[in-house]
């Protein structure tokens, strides 16, 4: 039940950073919930390195989405940065 919960958690967060984030990325379903997943685990790590929050904390879903949110913006930026001059 944890990998269900985990695939969940992550498409969710996905989907809210996506809606959250301006542009357009032409991401597919797996890669939106590897992308949630991802801004879950690396914002889990950070934040309880830190101490900001314990796990299972309202905190950590913040973090999730906002960390996500940075992970997108990332991604567009190096999709997009690969793809001038090649019109």
Avoid: C
């Avoid at 967060?13 to 797996?30: Q, T």
């Avoid at 992308?35 to 913040?62: C, D, H, M, N």
Wanted: net charge positive; proline share 1%; no cysteine.
């Amino acid at each position: 039940m944890g990998i269900v919960w985990t695939i969940v958690l992550g498409f969710v967060i996905g989907v809210i950073a996506k809606f959250l984030h301006p542009g357009k990325e032409n991401m597919g379903f797996i890669v939106t919930i590897l992308l949630g997943i991802a801004g879950s685990f690396l914002a889990g790590v950070i934040g309880q390195f830190l101490g900001w929050y314990q796990a299972g904390e309202g905190a950590g879903f913040i973090a999730s989405v906002v960390v996500a949110i940075l992970l997108l913006f990332i991604y567009g930026k190096v999709r997009g940065g690969g793809q001038s001059g090649n019109s």
